[in-house]
């Protein structure tokens, strides 16, 4: 009698629940992975126990788009109760376009605005060569360099009966202009009413007409710098910017609209070029290459900065990318440098709570970027009961999203590859609003919502190869995902790998009727797994139940 191959012909039912880290070996598609979805983790506080669930991550609802037709997304901003944003060189509120025509028509801006006691206030864009100043009454003045910012009345002169013509001569610009305010016969003011471009030297002012004659003037350009990092961030009652060599300006107090080129502070703790600024709590963050300085507000005054280095507060750790800087709430997140090599990804909380929350995994993909990783980007997004930073590493096209309050990363994209192609979030009525980083299209993101627009939301539910400690071979009877049944059915997908992920089985189809199962799975060794689903319906699984026999070679 010919001897069985089986040592236990018993059926076995293993469980796994669809939690765990990422576990690329690489930057590709192999190994453990969950694609748009994150972990609900439910906390049973009378018995102590835990359980899992596996959630599609929200869809996207078409909000707007630019009257103009597509464009690049580069910001978007709640102010007001209104939601602005910047697509190509264009700035728009909702759907109507404001009356200016920006410099730039690519790369992500910044936003900011003045506080509720400045006797305007402003809604403040930064494009790197200008700062776009946009009223309550949707009216934008442009600041830059090289504009006539003020004039100012040296001697008044004698006998004018109206106001006289302002005229500039010299300091290689063109296009200002200004109006005088006569008084008692003296000229008391002059009010800019075009600040030109293009003057590298203050104009010199004259007058003609008005009938009187004496009257003399000196003009005083804008100081801001010709460039600058295109972020703006406000700090009690003051707009900073900074430049490249380390340079950080402020405007005056409670007015965007006056730039002294005297007013600045310089970062030198660390001979490092700065790459961005941000705000957190009560200081001014400037994250370099390979340093971090703050400075605080010390009531200094012009000419020079309001603003003190923190002594002691230096960190010798950089900055890898402009836009990989947010500061939801009490935290700041960013992709950090050093000296040593390598990027990760660090949590800052106050000043002195430095902590890395990337792992190997991730920074497999970040080191991958290599110099595309100054264009990576990032935005803080509240949905679904859950908090995340949201990293698009364009190099690779791929989207890595950080749980904030479960400490776990998953990987998010748009379509059937690539990474998400949202490239700025704001939060307007109570929902958060996400940018196309080509169309410009602005979306609310809706966690009742199961499609992004149009397009199917793709989940990827993928497993590690599967021995159950053993290579003898295994005999697979079903397949079954365990979770909450969906009112209406919907497809599943279900494929497996049984060489590593080189190929994979061809997909069979099922249905989230009474029991989603597959039967008939033939043989293996090791095998991974890989459960899809793309139906216009929400989905939320605990995980998925093997039933196997197993043999003796």
Request: hydrophobic letters at 35%; one cysteine or more.
């Amino acid at each position: 009698m010919a001897k069985s191959n089986l040592f236990d012909v018993s059926w076995k039912v293993a469980r796994s629940p669809f939690v765990g880290v990422m576990t690329n070996r690489a930057t590709g598609t192999k190994d453990q992975r969950y694609v748009n979805v994150f972990i609900d983790r439910l906390d049973n506080q009378d018995s102590g126990g835990t359980r899992f669930f596996v959630v599609k991550r929200p869809g996207l609802a078409e909000h707007s788009r630019p009257p103009a037709g597509d464009a690049v997304g580069r910001g978007v901003y709640t102010w007001n109760g209104n939601l602005y944003a910047v697509a190509g060189n264009k700035i728009y509120k909702s759907n109507t376009l404001l009356s200016v025509t920006m410099n730039t028509s690519s790369g992500l801006v910044s936003f900011s605005e003045t506080s509720a006691i400045a006797s305007t206030r402003y809604l403040a864009v930064n494009d790197g060569t200008a700062i776009y100043l946009i009223a309550s009454d949707d009216t934008v003045t442009t600041i830059q360099s090289g504009q006539v910012q003020s004039i100012e009345v040296t001697a008044g002169g004698t006998g004018y009966a109206s106001a006289p013509t302002v005229t500039f001569t010299g300091g290689g610009g063109s296009g200002a202009a200004a109006t005088a305010t006569v008084n008692a016969g003296a000229v008391t003011a002059i009010t800019v009413t075009d600040r030109g471009s293009g003057y590298t030297s203050p104009p010199t002012i004259g007058f003609t007409g008005g009938g009187g004659s004496g009257a003399t003037a000196t003009a005083d350009l804008s100081g801001l710098p010709s460039s600058m990092l295109p972020q703006i961030e406000f700090l009690n009652g003051y707009m900073i910017v900074a430049t490249e060599s380390g340079k950080i300006y402020n405007s005056a107090n409670e007015d965007p609209t006056l730039w002294q080129d005297s007013d600045y502070i310089q970062a030198q703790s660390f001979p490092d070029s700065l790459v961005a600024i941000t705000r957190q709590n009560d200081t001014i963050m400037a994250l370099g290459t390979n340093s971090v300085e703050f400075f605080v507000d010390v009531a200094g005054t012009s000419p020079g900065s309001f603003m003190g280095r923190l002594e002691q507060g230096t960190l010798q750790l950089g900055c890898a990318s402009t836009f990989s800087v947010v500061h939801p709430e009490n935290n700041i997140y960013w992709v950090a440098n050093s000296d040593t090599g390598g990027f990760t990804v660090q949590r800052l909380d106050g000043i002195a709570g430095l902590k890395k929350i990337s792992d190997e995994v991730v920074e497999r993909f970040l080191n991958k970027e290599g110099a595309d990783i100054e264009n990576c980007y990032a935005y803080p997004l509240r949905t679904g009961g859950h908090y995340f930073f949201v990293l698009t590493l364009p190099g690779s096209d791929r989207t890595l999203v950080y749980d904030i309050e479960e400490n776990r990363w998953h990987e998010w994209q748009s379509g059937a590859s690539g990474g998400m192609d949202y490239a700025a979030c704001t939060q307007y009525n109570g929902y958060p609003y996400l940018q196309h980083e080509s169309s410009g299209f602005i979306y609310r993101v809706d966690p009742e919502i199961y499609m992004d627009g149009d397009d199917d939301i793709i989940v990827t539910l993928q497993t590690a190869p599967v021995d159950y400690d053993t290579m003898n071979r295994k005999y697979f009877r079903s397949f079954e995902l365990y979770g909450d049944l969906d009112d209406s059915e919907s497809e599943f997908t279900l494929e497996y790998s049984d060489d590593n992920y080189r190929t994979w089985s061809t997909p069979r189809v099922f249905t989230n009727g009474f029991r989603m199962i597959i039967l008939q799975l033939g043989q293996a060794r090791r095998r991974a797994w890989r459960v899809k689903h793309q139906n216009d319906r929400p989905m939320r699984l605990e995980g998925f139940e093997i039933d196997y026999q197993e043999g003796s070679y």
